[in-house]
């Protein structure tokens, strides 16, 4: 069946510093690729996504490129903020009927000042 | 602006009760999602349903029930509380029609303790 692997951490970084959370997936067809982000005490919200391979997807600082030769998604940003620190999920979605989002463990983020 | 709330945020409960978690969404969507956030675990789906009258199982259903009499409602119902089913839990929404799954927003979750 599909599923997605990703670095569970915690990753701990300094404020500025450069993230990179590494997604791979399995899936049959061609699913699209989402990264949703928790903060605390707060539900899942969708922090972007990429529906078709090569496609790129971008919101707030981070970016993550949907890689169909090495079935990843990684996510990056090139300067990390302290309210970053969240935990983040990459997850899939084959967008047929019957066939529900399949989500990663998620990797918790900490930046520190 | 529309949205997807749960109620009660948290709750108590003791072994053996039944409790039940409300949804209640104003997108007008199709397909609502029940689910369970643990540590280890990830997010794993309990319940899933695609429109009024239709429920399906996901992974982890044992001992959950819900219904769906209404598009905006989608209840999650444990019938014999268990130790096993403290968590956090979430609810989700998405549109979709003719067989499509859109993005999921989910709402903020309700943390169950069960003594």
């Known amino acids: 069946g599909d599923s997605v692997t990703q670095m569970e951490g915690p990753v701990t970084l300094s404020e500025e510093a450069f993230l990179t959370i590494n997604c791979t997936y399995t899936?049959?067809?061609?699913?699209?690729l989402f990264w949703y982000v928790q903060y605390p005490g707060e539900g899942l919200q969708l922090l972007l996504k990429a529906t078709k391979a090569d496609d790129k997807g971008s919101n707030k600082g981070f970016e993550a490129t949907y890689r169909k030769e090495t079935t990843s998604f990684h996510l990056e940003k090139g300067s990390v903020q302290v309210s970053d620190s969240a935990v983040y999920f990459c997850?899939?979605?084959?967008?047929?009927?019957?066939?529900?989002?399949?989500f990663g463990p998620g990797t918790r983020l900490s930046v520190l000042p | 602006d529309a949205e997807i709330t749960q109620s009660p945020r948290h709750k108590i409960t003791e072994t053996g009760r039944q409790v039940t978690l409300a949804c209640h969404q104003t997108?007008?969507?199709?397909?609502m999602f029940w689910y369970r956030q643990d540590l280890g675990h990830g997010l794993r789906l309990i319940h899933y349903s695609y429109g009024v009258q239709d429920t399906n199982k996901g992974e982890v259903s044992d001992g959950y029930s819900v219904s769906r009499s209404n598009t905006e409602d989608l209840p999650l119902t444990l019938e014999s509380a268990a130790s096993s089913q403290t968590s956090v839990y979430f609810c989700?929404?998405?549109?979709?029609?003719?067989?499509?799954?859109?993005?999921?927003?989910f709402g903020e979750g309700s943390r169950l303790t069960v003594l």
């Open positions: 989700a929404s998405s549109e979709g029609a003719s067989g499509n799954i859109g993005e999921l927003f």
């Open positions: 899936a049959t067809g061609y699913p699209s």
């Open positions: 997108w007008n969507h199709n397909n």
């Open positions: 997850a899939l979605s084959r967008m047929v009927y019957g066939q529900n989002f399949v």
